[in-house]
């Protein structure tokens, strides 16, 4: 089912459930066998989850006996969450690295990290405890998902020192999950999701958060929001630091000394792809030291230290 037959069945769905609730709730009169309207309902529930670019906070599953309910409440990030510049190819890379030299004499030192394909966002730590998690929303304004994250094993409940901070990350689903998965929604007649990341996105957006801690999602963590506490004057030195407090973070990343050091990185991580647990859609290549990071600052939407290499499209599978 592609996305436009998925939004004409769901539009067919809402109209024929509304009618349903209308006169159950309503006039007490219902028109439908329970059964029918919950089979009607756990369909809808699946293509929502599947297509999550779909959902539509009206939807009757957005309702909670009759009124729409809350859903998620809004969260400002205390400082946006930044997108990130591409490049697709060695020339783009070594305009980058052309691009900072304008601004840093000394050598730079650079830091490779896997672009993980899944859903990023914020972690607030207070004191050591887990107070709240958000999704990244358009960077300002996120959705607080504290309640679903607390089903993220791989987010601890409590870090190893009481440190108050916000640190980000993704969340992702591992590819073996993801299979998993869409042979239970398959055999149980719901929509498949078409790749880990909307089946992690899909999950993430549950209101029910038990369904959350039945998706085997996972994180790693790769950037501190606001240092407070840590003492950390590198990216390696602050992905260390998160190890160290019993935060998940990507062991595949490699401190590189030049542009060609990054491109092997790359072609290596290029080829591996396929054999890692989870998917990547390219390499994060940041500027390792933070006060370089500083000087270097940013454009209105992305960090001009770090850049996003983005692997081509996977040749479709024959
Ligand atoms: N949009 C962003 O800033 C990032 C997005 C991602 C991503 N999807 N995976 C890994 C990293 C990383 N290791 O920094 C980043 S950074």
């Known amino acids: 089912m592609d996305q436009?037959?998925?939004?004409?069945?769901?539009?067919?769905?809402?109209?024929q459930l509304n009618e349903m609730a209308q006169a159950y709730y309503e006039s007490d009169q219902p028109i439908a066998e329970d059964h029918i309207y919950d089979g009607l309902y756990h369909e809808l529930v699946g293509l929502e989850e599947a297509y999550p670019d779909l959902v539509t906070s009206d939807s009757i599953t957005q309702k909670v006996g009759g009124q729409v309910a809350a859903g998620f409440t809004k969260i400002i990030h205390d400082s946006p969450m930044l997108s990130l510049g591409n490049a697709f190819n060695l020339e783009d890379l070594q305009s980058f690295e052309g691009r900072i030299k304008k601004l840093i004499d000394e050598p730079i030192e650079y830091m490779c990290e896997l672009k993980i394909d899944g859903l990023a966002v914020s972690v607030k730590y207070e004191n050591g405890q887990f107070v709240q998690g958000a999704t990244r929303g358009d960077g300002k304004v996120g959705e607080d998902i504290t309640a679903n994250l607390k089903m993220v094993e791989s987010i601890p409940a409590k870090?190893?020192?009481p440190l108050t901070m916000e640190v980000r990350g993704e969340c992702y689903m591992p590819k073996s999950s993801f299979v998993r998965l869409n042979e239970e929604r398959e055999e149980s007649g719901q929509a498949v999701f078409a790749n880990p990341r909307n089946a992690a996105a899909g999950s993430l957006r549950q209101l029910d958060?038990?369904?959350v801690g039945e998706r085997q999602l996972s994180t790693f963590m790769y950037a501190?929001?606001?240092q407070?506490?840590?003492?950390?004057?590198?990216q390696e030195q602050g992905l260390n630091?998160?190890?160290?407090?019993?935060?998940?973070?990507?062991?595949?990343?490699?401190?590189?000394?030049?542009i060609d050091e990054v491109w092997e990185y790359v072609q290596h991580f290029q080829d591996e792809r396929p054999n890692l647990a989870y998917e990547i859609d390219g390499i994060v290549i940041k500027v390792n030291n933070f006060e370089d990071q500083e000087a270097i600052g940013y454009t209105v939407k992305a960090p001009r230290w770090a850049i996003a290499y983005k692997f081509p499209a996977e040749e479709a599978e024959t």
Do not use: F
């Open 4 to 15: 436009e037959q998925a939004q004409n069945r769901i539009s067919e769905l809402r109209q």
């Open 228 to 234: 407070g506490d840590l003492d950390v004057a590198s």
């Open 209 to 211: 958060s038990a369904v």
């Open 159 to 161: 870090l190893n020192e």
């Open 241 to 258: 630091a998160l190890d160290e407090l019993g935060l998940a973070t990507n062991h595949e990343r490699k401190v590189c000394q030049s």
């Open 224 to 226: 501190v929001a606001n």
